[in-house]
């Protein structure tokens, strides 16, 4: 069955520190992955996404992520935290050779707090 | 460029009343539209999900029903609310080609029932 795991509930970043946040899959075919950002009381908003090529992904805010196959991981990461970047942030994943209708798999979300 | 918007941002309802929320999508057509529920400010629930206008498949069996009158529009209804639909109700489109499948992000509808 496909599912993605975001292991950690909450982490802890002092500014200025590098962060990252975990997440692993499992699908049967190659994965597309994503990364999504929540502020509180908002939708969510599109960081990233891996489909093929380079498995380093740049995206929004100074964010990457490192699609990993052999450890079905996709951590998302970022050189230098900012307070502003405390949210709640999920990871996603879609099969494309699944009959899926388009639907991605959600993670239960991980919430980053920055500390000044 | 494509924009989503969502109706009414906030919700204060009583419990056996009546829900309507409404979403819409500018800017592409033939959109994959999704209707969330988020509980607790965390996990993501799939409800209702879209491929076409009047083509509704339900995630989750319940007191909530959702409709697609056009291409561009999606709309979540109840009949008669319970305490258990309180919660923050997200609806999303993505490209309904196909093609990698982000999902795009309304901001939100935040319903209490009391």
């Known amino acids: 069955a496909q599912s993605v795991a975001q292991p950690e509930d909450q982490v802890n970043v002092a500014e200025g520190n590098p962060l990252t946040v975990k997440c692993t899959y499992s699908v049967s075919g190659n994965p597309y992955l994503f990364w999504y950002v929540q502020y509180p009381n908002r939708g969510l908003q599109f960081l990233l996404k891996?489909?093929?090529?380079d498995n380093l992904v740049k995206g929004s805010y100074g964010f990457e992520a490192e699609f990993n196959k052999s450890q079905t991981s996709f951590h998302l990461k970022k050189p230098s935290a900012l307070v502003s970047d405390s949210a709640l942030y999920f990871c996603a994943v879609r099969d494309p050779n699944g009959d899926s209708n388009y639907q991605l798999i959600w993670g239960a979300g991980t919430k980053l707090i920055i500390k000044p | 460029s494509q924009t989503i918007h969502q109706w009414p941002a906030t919700l204060v309802q009583p419990v056996g009343s009546p829900l309507s929320l409404e979403c819409t999508v500018e800017?592409?057509?033939?959109?994959?539209l999704y209707w969330y529920r988020q509980a607790a400010g965390r996990g993501l629930q799939l409800l209702f999900y879209s491929v076409g206008i009047g083509q509704i498949s339900s995630e989750v069996p319940q007191n909530l029903s959702a409709s697609r009158p056009q291409d561009r529009q999606f709309i979540l209804s109840s009949k008669k609310l319970l305490l258990s639909d309180s919660g923050f109700y997200l609806c999303a489109w993505g490209r309904g080609d196909g093609s990698y499948n982000e999902q795009f992000f309304g901001p939100g509808t935040r319903l209490t029932v009391l």
């Open positions: 800017g592409t057509s033939n959109p994959n």
């Open positions: 891996y489909i093929t090529g």
